[in-house]
């Protein structure tokens, strides 16, 4: 499961625009959640974060 750690997200939003399925959104603290049911695991998320604030759990 590919998740983000909402301690290192720095709200820059790259991850949302990088999701071929749309999986990805800017939560009520402006920090990316990933919607596990969308999620189809491509990853590109992971490799895309300045910070990486997104990796496999
Ligand atoms: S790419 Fe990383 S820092 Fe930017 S919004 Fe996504 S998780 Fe946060």
Redesign the pocket.
Known sequence: MVK?DKE?????????DSCPVQA?EMDGDD??EIDQDICENHQV?ID????D??AEE
């Open positions: 983000v290192l997200c720095t709200s820059c939003g790259i991850c949302v990805i920090l990316a998320c895309v974060c300045p910070v604030a997104i």
